[in-house]
């Protein structure tokens, strides 16, 4: 009940622009009303493999694929390592965030040579998030990191910690990775079925519970 009443008070007093303007009816109806109708009317087709993505998103919330699903024949990998190699030595810790290295800045000027926005921004890709979000989306954030490895046990800071992002109700992240991951060594954790409007009894919407030192609304169960 408090963290309720804290989370009233939030959207009642000290943002209510930002409620009313994030609250889905008015995002999607209104806001995005032209959006919606320029995708609706764009007659693009899209692949086999981006259906597959979209479905397994509104199922779940997550998809995985490949490079060389999405982009068949363009060797998209070994451009993007050869291009993160480039800009390993001007790494620099993230503010707050000691487990990661930032190779460029939060707030860089799109750029066409770069072959990550190439990537993110090219039909292919843009046909799945357009497909998803069912509206022509709009580019609002990007970032190129170095995970690093922390030691075994160590407590978990921050966005390590297990929250909800809240730019949005609704919002689509691509992530790139350009190293091999397993269950032990990947950066992400991700609660399958937690898109939009579901389990919001795990975890609140803002903030980062432990690290604030707030516990999980409820305990996310492992299966």
């Given amino acids: 009940m408090k963290q309720f009443l804290k989370m009233v008070a939030r959207v009642l007093f000290f943002n209510p622009l930002f409620a009313a303007r994030t609250s889905f009816p008015v995002w999607f109806y209104v806001l995005n009303a032209e959006p919606r109708r320029r995708f609706k009317n764009n007659g693009k087709k899209i692949t086999d493999a981006a259906r597959r993505v979209i479905a397994d998103l509104q199922k779940d919330g997550i998809a995985t694929t490949n490079l060389e699903e999405l982009f068949p024949g363009e060797n998209a990998l070994a451009a993007l390592k050869q291009y993160a190699a480039g800009l390993l030595p001007q790494a620099k810790i993230r503010p707050g965030k000691p487990f ?9 000027v799109l750029d066409a040579q770069n072959p990550f926005m190439r990537l993110a921004l090219s039909e292919q890709a843009l046909s799945v998030i357009n497909g998803y979000m069912g509206m022509l989306a709009k580019f609002f954030f990007s970032a190129l990191d170095l995970t690093l490895r922390v030691p075994e046990g160590a407590p978990r800071m921050r966005s390590q910690n297990w929250h909800r992002d809240d730019e949005s109700d609704v919002f689509f992240k691509v992530l790139w990775f350009v190293s ?32 604030l030192g707030k516990a999980l609304l409820k305990p996310i169960p492992k299966d």
């Fill in 100 to 108: 990661l290295k930032a190779l460029w800045e939060e707030d860089m």
């Fill in 180 to 211: 091999d991951i397993t269950e032990t060594n990947g950066p992400f954790e991700y609660v399958r079925g937690t898109q939009r409007g579901q389990h919001t009894e795990w975890c609140p919407k803002h903030g980062y519970p432990n690290a």
